[in-house]
């Protein structure tokens, strides 16, 4: 069972470039998250997927767009990219259940630098 | 808004216990969770406990929850090298869509 599958696990970009990071779990969950990693501040939510075919924002959408076209992935889109996207992206899923604990689990990171 | 705070930087001595703490600002938040990342790897679930609970056991880890002062801890009995790692508070803030708010993480130092 791999759970959460994260690929490139590295990358570096230039200004300016476009790459997509690509997000699949196997576990059937129906709830996936993307978020980005920067020293001393935790982690904080870009966009998130609620279902195949749905997506939402986060707290730090700017620059990032995503893509659910099928229940088990979940795209991370940088049209353009920019210095300031030079972090660690993490992707997350869990299941759907709106009461009770429902944790979220996470792939182990796709290192991102933009020169 | 939401916040969730947590200390930067934890060193403790082999074998002695350590405590690492959290505070939140949600009172409405139902679960809490602790999360351990190791270096070059994803966030791992340790534990959680449930808002109407005060304590929660799970072999070397203690769960404490202080929910008149929002205050979260974890105390790791024994410590171990393998122990050192960064440790992630998070509390959940929303039924829809799972949300989860996470601390800026505590770095546990472990000396031998």
């Known amino acids: 069972n791999a759970g959460v599958t994260q690929t490139p696990k590295f990358r570096v970009l230039k200004t300016g470039q476009s790459m997509t990071l690509l997000c699949a779990q196997d576990?059937?969950?129906?709830?996936m998250y993307w978020y980005r990693q920067d020293p001393g501040m935790g982690l904080r939510l870009i966009h998130y997927?609620?279902?195949?075919?749905?997506?939402a924002k986060g707290e730090v959408p700017d620059g990032y767009n995503v893509s659910r076209l099928k229940k088990q992935n979940f795209l991370l889109g940088l049209e353009s990219a920019a210095p300031s996207q030079t972090s660690v992206y993490f992707c997350?899923?869990?299941?759907?259940?709106?009461?009770?604990?429902?944790?979220?689990?996470f792939g182990d990171g796709t290192r991102l630098s933009i020169l | 808004g939401e916040d969730v705070e947590q200390s930067l930087f934890l060193s403790v001595r082999e074998g002695d216990s350590s405590v690492i703490n959290c505070t939140y600002t949600d009172s409405s938040s139902t679960y809490l969770y602790w999360y351990k990342q190791e270096p070059g790897a994803g966030l791992q679930l340790l534990t959680y406990?449930?808002?109407?609970?005060d304590m929660k056991q799970d072999q070397r880890l203690t769960v404490l929850l202080n929910k008149k002062d929002k205050h979260l801890s974890l105390r790791i009995a024994d410590t171990q090298t393998g122990d050192s790692a960064i440790y992630f508070c998070?509390?959940?803030?929303?039924?829809?869509?799972?949300?989860?708010?996470f601390g800026g993480g505590t770095r546990l130092m472990v000396k031998p």
């Open positions: 997350a899923s869990s299941y759907s259940l709106r009461v009770g604990n429902q944790p979220q689990h």
């Open positions: 997927s609620v279902g195949e075919g749905t997506t």
């Open positions: 998070a509390e959940k803030v929303s039924d829809a869509g799972n949300m989860l708010t």
């Open positions: 576990m059937n969950h129906e709830y």
């Open positions: 406990i449930f808002s109407n609970m």
